[in-house]
């Protein structure tokens, strides 16, 4: 933990490197006390600097040795201030020699090297390799790495690094070494190695060019009949990434590495993925539907980053989202592309809206708002953010939605050309799209520049004797921390426009015809803060459908009627849209139950839920025309968090009163349709995570939900039943939720028996621990109880986010309760967190960072919590630039 006084990094102050890093040699005698790391490196003076100093880091490590050029240097020849040390009048060219030690048994932190169940693992991103040996260790700094590993045989049979396996024998003493090298350049962040007792499934896969690669899934022993959908998605994701962009695996062999101890979902360090086992074992008895779909994205996210952010990475971590923000826009469509049809890859669009507005936007309208590029920060690791990674996406997909598919990709390649084996920034991308299609897209700079999401204000008229049909369009942008006043953005709005039967019209903008081939969606660019466009020839009044696919992560406002939401819901073209007239539908009905919870006091009394709005959910529901996953989707509410996100002051009982009603008045209104839907959705026979089965699936366990929200014995009984005969651990889990959150008295006995079933499966544990602190029912009690569970640790992160993290932040019940135990709570736990653990701890943190929105009563609170945590003397940084900016704002 650092103790040291926070500093803000600016990006304004970026300055190059001192002295770059050609080779690297590592030597590691590992020992969970006491590793000793032998580094030797290669480095020369940076020309591009005018400083004459080496600047190295090194974190939380004893300093052993350190010589330059053969000559032992003393405490005089160097300077140590917190984690810099620097060597000045250092000769143009030099070899350092640096010896450290190391202790993984006590790095808690799971950054570095680490010890997990006995063996060892490393996590180097952001800044983790400074924990390991003193080093330049920023990403613009790229050499090439030759790793010697020695180990205990017997306790550590299997020796990985990066790259490709030169040299392995036996040494004296039982031990044993591996000797490994990486053929390219990269940062210290990408480096890695795993020493451990584990088991690998092996393919040899031909590449596109003839080669052959050795593919490897390791884990630990007793998980290999779990790894056999990673190793198939990570196939899919090489040939994936070969046929739509030319990119080829570039190693002689690729592992994954699956780890219980991991503070993010995966790493890709190059050739040697590391990753969180929640996103590498599977199978259809402890996996649900969602694990295997987020199974398939993270591999395909780790592998894609072998080029967009390895073969080509960041300069500095301000432009962290030139690799993320690309790579998670590379994983959504290999995502959709696996699935094959227009609807599953609307489904996953919805998805990612789905996630841009639960999560993103209130980012983007609270204290810890920053651009996609970020022009500061105290922690890095604060800065993992959907703002960086999904929000970046957005950004990344805008292009392809200006310069169409084949213009994309023809910047893809100007960029790759240019810059491999290169640190460069999101200007550098950017100018490779504009300079690869001719385009000036100086001010699409601002979506990288500016924070907060977009307003998009819309007006239309249409003139029946002209035959023409006006849209005017009005952008803004709120206020964000440090950014009072915003330019306009470009932003491209994808429109169409319904006749009275549905279809969708020819559209002529401003004189010129939009679409070829019969399509009919326009892709305006608003670029202007006021800007209308004129389209003519419209023989009839319109219902428009704007923002298409969700053509820009901005929020619309325009002011539909009830009758044309439905006409969209009912008829739109565009899946997104269709769905998205569904929301509208269903927010305003809830936004005004919840005010009329709130105004009684928090009573359900006299509620009504319209005929409208039920009849247009009805009509969804059973068309058997539309494919069973857009159904889930269109019928799913949105979430409580979302209604909050509407709403200026928060009272989170009110809105979960309100939204409950509207669930069970569903529930029992559409009980007939509810039940056909349910038996018509079954999937029998063997399990598999194919898109149509998922979808089915989906639909009967939403279906299931409703008809337990108002539950009777016959909804409780299909429940239990389904339960009981489960399969699958999709339909196991969906029926005890049902269960639980129906308070069905067999509830305790079916969480005991699901226990007691998986006690010995760690990621379904974690299930167990998450629907219970999910549930309404669950208070600060019982999560205490939980907590003194025997399959309970704080240390574990899956462990800590699966009762604490949920309970904070997706239990709004319990957690805002109206004494304020909740915030009491949450400030133990980020305390305790933040002594262990300062990355989960500042990620839990987060879940009061909107505090002032909240009744008074609730504010006084939380404003206590926040002080009591930002009060503590000892706190890392992760933890308190978020307090601290929580309190700021």
């Known amino acids: 933990m650092r103790t ?23 030597g590691f005698d590992l020992d969970p006390a006491r590793t000793v790391v032998a580094n030797r490196m290669t480095v020369r003076r940076n020309p591009a600097s005018a400083q004459r100093e080496i600047e190295l880091y090194g974190e939380d490590i004893e300093l052993v040795t350190l010589r330059l050029n053969g000559r032992t240097l003393g405490e005089g020849d160097y ?41 060892f693992y490393t996590q180097c991103e952001a800044e983790g390799f400074r924990r390991i040996t003193y080093f330049p260790d920023r990403p613009d700094v790229m050499a090439r790495f030759t790793v010697m590993l020695r180990a205990d045989k017997d306790k550590y049979p299997v020796l990985l690094s990066n790259g490709n396996l030169i040299e392995e024998g036996d040494l004296d003493n039982g031990r044993h070494y591996a000797l490994w090298e990486d053929p390219f350049k990269k940062p210290s962040y990408l480096f890695a190695l795993v020493a451990a007792r584990l088991v690998c499934q092996e393919e040899n896969f031909e590449l596109a060019d003839g080669r052959t690669a050795l593919l490897q899934v390791w884990v630990e022993e007793g998980n290999l009949d779990k790894t056999d959908y990673a190793m198939q998605s990570l196939k899919h994701s090489i040939r994936w990434d070969e046929e739509r ?57 780790e592998y894609f980053h072998n080029w967009t952010g390895n073969r080509v990475t960041c300069r500095d971590w301000f ?95 100007l960029y790759f050309q240019r810059h491999d084996e290169q640190a460069v920034t999101c200007d550098d991308f950017r100018l490779a799209m504009a300079d690869a299609n001719g385009r000036d897209l100086t001010q699409f700079e601002r979506w990288y520049s500016q924070a907060g999401t977009p307003v998009v204000q819309a007006e ?75 389209f003519t020839g419209v023989t009839e009044q319109p219902t428009p459908s704007i923002l298409r696919d969700f053509s820009a992560p901005v929020i619309l406002k325009h002011g539909y009627s009830d009758a044309e939401l439905v006409h969209l819901f009912s008829h739109d073209s565009d899946p997104v849209n269709r769905w998205e007239a569904g929301q509208r539908l269903a927010m305003s009905r809830l936004l005004k139950l919840a005010g009329q919870v709130a105004a009684a006091g928090n009573v359900v009394d006299r509620l009504d839920l319209d005929d409208t709005f039920v009849d247009a959910m009805r009509k969804i529901l059973v068309d058997d025309t539309l494919d069973p996953s857009f159904r889930e989707q269109a019928l799913l509410l949105p979430t409580e968090s979302m209604i909050a996100d509407q709403l200026d002051v928060v009272d989170p009982l009110a809105i979960h009163l309100a939204r409950q009603f509207v669930r069970a008045d569903i529930g029992a209104r559409l009980r007939t349709e509810l039940l056909a839907q349910y038996d018509a959705n ?18 009967k366990n939403l279906a299931l939900a409703y008809l337990n929200a108002a539950p009777d014995e016959a909804s409780l009984a299909l429940a239990q039943k389904q339960f009981d005969g489960a399969t699958n651990m999709t339909d196991r889990v969906a029926a005890l939720s049902a269960l639980v959150h129906a308070r069905a008295p067999a509830a305790a006995d079916a969480l005991q028996r699901f226990y007691d079933e998986f006690q010995g499966e760690a990621l379904v544990v974690d299930k167990w621990f998450a629907m219970q602190a999910a549930a309404p029912t669950t208070d600060v009690a019982r999560v205490r109880e939980l907590m003194t569970h025997k399959a309970f640790t704080l240390r574990n992160p899956n462990r800590a986010r ?83 900016k929580a309190l700021a704002n």
């Open 79 to 119: 300077v140590i201030e917190g984690t810099l040390l620097r060597i000045p009048n250092a000769p143009e060219e030099a070899t350092l020699e640096i010896e450290t030690i190391c202790v993984p048994e006590s790095n808690t932190t799971l950054s570095g090297l680490y010890t997990s169940n006995g063996s």
């Open 682 to 699: 079954q999937t029998p026979g063997e399990y598999s995570p194919d898109a149509e089965s998922i979808g089915k699936r989906a639909l």
């Open 460 to 534: 239309t008229r249409w003139d029946e004797q002209a035959q023409t049909y006006t849209l005017r369009l009005v952008q803004s942008c709120p206020p964000t921390p440090g950014q009072a006043e915003k330019l306009p953005f470009h932003i491209p709005v994808a429109i169409g426009l319904l006749g009275r039967d549905g279809r969708d019209l020819p559209l002529t903008v401003d004189g010129k015809v939009h679409g070829k081939d019969g399509a009919t969606t326009a892709v305006l660019e608003l670029t202007e803060a006021d800007q209308t466009f004129v």
């Open 4 to 26: 040291d006084t926070p500093q803000t990094i600016y990006r304004k102050d970026y300055t190059a490197p001192s002295y770059l890093v050609d080779t690297v040699e590592l």
């Open 245 to 301: 962009w030319n990119l080829e695996l570039d190693l002689d062999r690729f592992m994954i590495v699956a780890v219980g101890d991991f503070n993010m979902g995966a790493m890709e360090n190059k050739g040697l993925n590391i990753f969180n086992t929640k996103f590498v074992l599977a199978n259809p008895r402890v996996a649900t539907d969602v694990d295997f779909q987020g199974i398939e994205a993270v591999v395909g996210h």
């Open 319 to 413: 432009q962290l989202s030139l690799k993320e923000g690309l790579t998670v826009f590379r994983d959504q469509e290999f995502s959709a592309d696996m699935i094959g049809t227009n609807t599953g890859r609307a489904v996953t669009r919805i998805d990612q809206v789905r996630t841009l507005r639960q999560a993103q936007f209130p980012e983007d309208a609270g204290p810890m708002a920053h651009p996609v590029r970020p022009d500061s920060f105290v922690e890095i690791n604060n800065f993992y953010t959907v703002t960086v990674y999904e929000k970046g996406a957005e950004v990344v997909r805008m292009y392809q939605t200006l310069l169409g598919r084949d213009g994309f990709r023809k910047g893809m390649d």
């Open 802 to 884: 699966s009762l604490v993290s949920t309970f904070c932040a997706g239990n709004a019940v319990g957690f805002h309760a109206p004494d304020g135990s909740g915030y009491g709570f949450w400030a133990e736990q980020v305390i305790a967190l933040d002594a262990l653990n300062p990355q989960v701890a500042s990620r839990l943190a987060r879940a009061m960072d909107r505090w002032r929105r909240y009744t008074p009563d609730l504010q006084a609170h939380m404003k206590r919590a926040l002080q009591q945590v930002a009060g503590q003397a000892k706190l890392s940084n992760d933890v308190r630039e978020v307090v601290s």
